[in-house]
């Protein structure tokens, strides 16, 4: 085990351990033992350190807090400032989030594969211990961020590894292809 995961926080290593269970040998997880072991996280003191948590006024902030030796999964810590957005996007790999603190909207949108646009379909509120789960695809196109007036953290888990999560996460949705 690397020597930096041996320092991080027992919360955060107590996550990883029950992401590498949910994940089994295959690298798929369960959604339901996944979003179990990330709405306990997010609840622990200490989950994340000083340097997870800052922030960025160029957009938000994306922390890699662990990265599985097995190259299965990665965990983000994201910090959303106000106004702070993700572009519309679905993903290459199963992805999971957490709310650690502040609220989040989410805006879900359908895809019609015909004329290939993504058309808004439903708007969520996302509070702290609200978690998500999705299979890689464009079933579950999305845009995520903090409309509120008080800086978010979210906890973000990417079935990828740590080398890949620049270029094998996200399909961008082109603006002029959402409606």
Known sequence: MPAAALAAPPALQSLAHAIGLACGPGGVPDGPALLEALRAAVRAPGLLQRAHRAGSDAGYARHVVHADPRDRFTVLA??????????????HSWCAYAVVSGVL????????????????????????GDASFALAG???IHRL???????????????????????????????????
């Open 138 to 140: 464009s079933a579950r």
């Open 78 to 91: 994201l910090v959303w400032r106000p106004g702070q957005f993700s572009p519309v996007h679905w993903h």
């Open 105 to 128: 909207q989410e805006t879900g949108y359908d895809w019609d594969e015909a004329s290939g646009r993504a058309t808004a379909s439903l708007q969520r509120e996302r509070r702290e």
């Open 145 to 179: 961020g903090n409309g509120g007036a008080r800086e978010a953290i979210s906890l973000h888990v990417y079935g990828v590894a740590a080398g890949r999560i620049t270029t094998g996460v996200n399909r961008i949705v082109e603006s002029s292809a959402v409606g």
